[in-house]
Structure formats: C-alpha cells, structure tokens
C-alpha cells in the first residue's frame, strides 16, 4: 500500500472554558489568587472535582486517529460541537494538538472560513491577489486563474468596487471563488456550501465535484448529507470530540441519521447543536389530529397540525417578516417543505410568546418513519434551526378511500399524489387498428 497523504495518531486537543485569561496582572492580583487558591481547591473538592479533572478542562478531540490514501475524498460529519472545525483546523496548522499528532504529506490548501484574508478597503481585484497569497497561490498561478476565478464568482462588472460596496452574496461567491482554484495535493474544505443563493450553491458543489475527480486528497466536513454521500466514497463520523465510526458514506450517514433520532428531543433548551443568532427561538414541536389532540402517530392521508411554540429573545423586540420552514425527511433525503412565506404567511409585529401551526389537510406519505427538520428566519436571518427535531410516525391509512394502498416504499417511493386513471379510446383509434392489421 502506498504511503498515506493524511495520517493522524491518537490527536488530541484540550481547552480550558470559565477561568481566567493570561493578560497582564498586579501583585495585588498575584497575592490575592495565592491566597485564594487553597480555597478554589476546597471548593473543587467539596463539588467532587479532582485536581486534574476541574470543570474547566474541556477535551475537543481526544484519541482520533485515521489515514486517508493519496487521491481519497473523505466526508467528515457530527453535529454542530463535536470536533470537526477543531481536527481540521489543527490539520490545517492553525491551531497546534495538545497532544499525538498530525502528517499531511505534500502541498495543503485549507478553506475553513470563507473570506479569511480580505480587506474591506481593497477592490475585489486586490482581494484576489491578496487573498489567494495568503492561500499560498503564487502570483503566477492567481494571474494564470484570474479571468475564471471572476467568472465563476459573477461580480465582473463590480471587480474593481471596494468589497465594503459589495452585498454579502457578491463578497461570499468571490471568496469562494479564490478558494476554489486553488490547486493543492491536499484540500481540506469545512462547509463551504453553505454561501450564496441556491443557484450559486450548485455551482459549489459542481466545482468541489470537479476536485474530487483531479484526484486530490480532500476532506471535506459538511451538513449536506446529499453532498456528502455524492462526493465522498468514505466518511468519518465525529461525537464528542472521538470518532465514532469511519466507512462507506452511506453506513457513516446511516449512523449519523440514528444518533440524531435517539439525541432529539421535543424540549429543545438542552440542544446543543442549534444554529441562528437567537432572537426567537422555537421551544417546542408537536402534532395535533384535526381534533386538536396531541398525536405521536397519524394515519396516511388524515389531516395534522403541526405546532411550533417559540418564544422572543427580547420581549419588547418588535418582530417583523418572520417565515418559518418545516422539512419533512427520510434519512439524508429531504421530500418536501412547508415554506410559509411561499405559502403567503409571512407574519408582522410577533407577540414575544405564541404559536406557529401549520395545517396540512391530508398527509401525503406512505406508512413509515420520516423525521422533522425546521428553521426560522426574521428578515433574511437565521435565527434558529434544528435538525432532526421531531421523529414522524405515519401509520397506515385509506388515502385515496379505495381501502387499498401499497405499503412498499421501496417500490413506489414515499409519497402520495391525489390522482385518477381513466381509460380513453376513439372511433379513429380503432380505424387505426384496423388499417395496421
């Protein structure tokens, strides 16, 4: 076997969360923390905290070790906290393992932030440059790059504009762009398909595609599980700082899938890896029946309320062009949305506590176990999302109330149309026939 491109021994990286910083300090500050130490001690003790295992000690990684082959591309999911940004970022030498260690064998390019290197003062032609030096890209490959990297990004009318004059989606696309003509043996990429618009994110995953196939060494972390399980033959599984599990994508995202579904939760207060910035947050998921009981199950094809209590940050924050969207998926594959602001609901001025319901009149699934996805938006800001927040259960039912319905999802897929058949035939149909014979 040929020698490894990425090989990690037994990596671990260690933090200290709630003390002190190591500024500057005064011999008062000196004589009082020696005379107070004793004291944190009996404390730590009395709590049930040994010297050596205080409550500031935190492990981000503990133990990972793995090797990825010359030409892998290798997918790296968990969820929000359990060490992805950290492995990469020590991978990338930007932060050093307290203990084991890391080998990248040959020239490393590392996408972990998009924008890392550029000036708001400069135009978007000097961010090129600069940003694609800091990348290490010489300025031969930058000039060789430049026409596709503009081109890719879409901002040639504005190229030589300040980026401070650019919107957030025009100064997103140009970074990606810098960062995605780089031309390393080794490329270590953390979630960058999540800048731009939709179109813009194809155009992502079309180019991170087009850098599987160079036959490049990649990692590549990412919450798309589509993404994932199209570009990466092999992905790690990363909980809590260890790897939980490493094999063919889809095992990996199998697993994935199930450690989301036992960790869900309907009170939403202990979940640690919801993302938004927290002016509203959503407390509770749940569905009624048209009856307005609280349902774990529903039959195919009856009626549902689902109900989303959520509660402002602030309570006398005035809460204008609130939408929320409600995902229904099966494993990694999402099968529809509930978009109210596609729908026409988008709501004004919020009481700070109170409800979303969303009715569907008739739940279009075949009988099985799917799972609730939701986000929230005020304006055009993520204020809250969880994945993997509510298992739904749908039993069998009479949709098109024929009392028949096939229960092979395997077969006939997951959903449901409202259609009919009918049988068509005319008096030239039949001429036709009996010309041919």
């Given amino acids: 076997m040929s020698s490894p ?8 990286k260690q933090y200290r969360i709630g003390g002190r910083s190591g500024g500057y300090s005064t011999i008062r500050d000196t004589l009082t923390d020696a005379f107070l130490t ?3 001690r009996l404390k730590a003790l009395a709590q049930g905290y040994g010297a050596s295992d205080a409550p500031e000690i935190f492990w981000a990684l503990k133990n990972v070790s793995f090797e990825v082959q010359p030409g892998e591309v290798v997918g790296i999911i968990g969820r929000n906290g359990a060490g992805k940004t950290t492995l990469l970022k020590i991978l990338s030498r930007v932060t050093s393992p307290t203990e084991g260690r ?8 590392s996408l972990l932030e998009v924008g890392v290197g550029f000036h708001q003062e400069l135009t978007g032609r000097e961010n090129v440059y600069l940003s694609g030096a800091i990348m290490g890209m010489k300025k031969q490959e930058i000039n060789r790059q430049f026409d596709q990297i503009v081109a890719f990004s879409g901002v040639e009318d504005f190229i030589d504009t300040p980026v401070k004059r650019y919107s957030s ?10 960062a995605a003509h780089m031309e390393p ?6 979630e960058v398909l999540a800048v731009g618009d939709m179109a813009f994110q194809e155009k992502c995953l079309g180019k991170m595609s087009d850098v599987a196939r160079s036959g490049r060494t990649v990692l590549f972390v990412s919450h798309n599980m589509s993404a994932i399980s199209i570009l990466c033959p092999t992905a790690i599984l990363v909980e809590e700082g260890r790897i939980r599990f490493q094999g063919q994508s889809s095992e990996t995202i199998a697993r994935y899938i199930d ?25 509770r998921l749940y569905l009624n029946d048209y009856e307005g009981k609280v349902v774990d199950a529903l039959p195919c094809g009856t009626g549902v309320r689902f109900v989303l209590e959520y509660a402002a940050a602030d309570p006398a924050a005035a809460l204008t062009d609130v939408s929320v969207v409600l995902m229904v998926a099966s494993g990694a594959t999402r ?5 109210s602001e596609v729908s026409g609901d988008l709501f004004q001025n919020l009481p700070p506590v109170g409800r979303f319901v969303c009715q569907v009149d008739k739940l279009p699934l ?10 929230c938006f005020v304006g055009r800001q993520l204020v809250d999302k969880i994945m993997f927040a509510w298992p739904l259960v749908v039993s069998d039912g009479d949709f098109f109330g024929t009392r028949r319905l096939s229960n092979n999802r395997d077969i006939h897929g997951s959903l449901l149309v409202p259609h009919s058949w009918s049988l068509e035939s005319s008096q030239q149909d039949l001429q036709n026939l009996e010309d041919h014979r």
Avoid: C, W
């Fill in 169 to 178: 989606g025009m100064y997103t696309r140009l970074a990606f762009a810098v």
């Fill in 259 to 283: 450690l989301m579904r036992k960790t869900s939760v309907s009170q939403f207060d202990r979940r640690q890896d919801r993302r938004g910035n927290g002016l509203l947050r959503i407390n």
């Fill in 102 to 109: 890391a080998q990248l064998f040959g020239r490393v390019g």
């Fill in 335 to 339: 099968l529809f949305s509930f978009i």
């Fill in 38 to 40: 004793p004291f944190r």
């Fill in 185 to 190: 043996e080794i490329l270590i990429v953390d």
């Fill in 5 to 12: 491109a990425i090989r990690v021994e037994n990596l671990g």
């Fill in 366 to 375: 075949m009988p099985g176990n799917y799972d609730l996805h939701f986000l």
